[in-house]
Nanobody, 117 residues
Framework: QVRLAESGGGLVHYGGSLKLSCAAS????????WGWYRQAPGMKRDWVAT???????QYSDAVKGRFTISRDDAKNTIYLQMNSLEPDDTAVYLC???????????WGQGTTVTVSS
């Protein structure tokens, strides 16, 4: 089973930047998709971005052009570079990985991002 650990959250002012990291406990070749979701207080969990095993990326309309998802296979880590942050970006950000061998998803515990206006 993969364990995911997010880090990099914090408090930032409007227009600022943060870079989140998600470290996996090991390399699992059966994982073909990595992603970031976020959940604001009292709201449902929303998809933010995805990166596939061959490097294809996708973004929600809310973050497209401001956020960048990337992957470092040597470190078993994915990243989310967040620029031009807005108060609506305030949420707990969670990392996920889809394992094709078990056809299931792993989730981290999340890291909190707060953007002040």
């Amino acid at each position: 089973q993969v364990r995911l650990a997010e880090s990099g959250g914090g408090l930032v002012h409007y227009g600022g930047s943060l870079k989140l990291s998600c470290a996996a406990s090991a390399n699992f070749p059966s994982i073909n998709t990595w992603g970031w979701y976020r959940q604001a207080p009292g709201m449902k969990r929303d998809w933010v971005a995805t990166i596939s095993s061959d490097g294809d990326t996708q973004y929600s309309d809310a973050v497209k052009g401001r956020f960048t998802i990337s992957r470092d296979d040597a470190k078993n880590t994915i990243y989310l570079q967040m620029n031009s942050l807005e108060p609506d970006d305030t949420a707990v950000y969670l990392c996920t990985a889809h394992d094709t061998f078990v056809n299931g998803d792993y989730w981290g515990q999340g890291t909190t991002v707060t953007v002040s206006s």
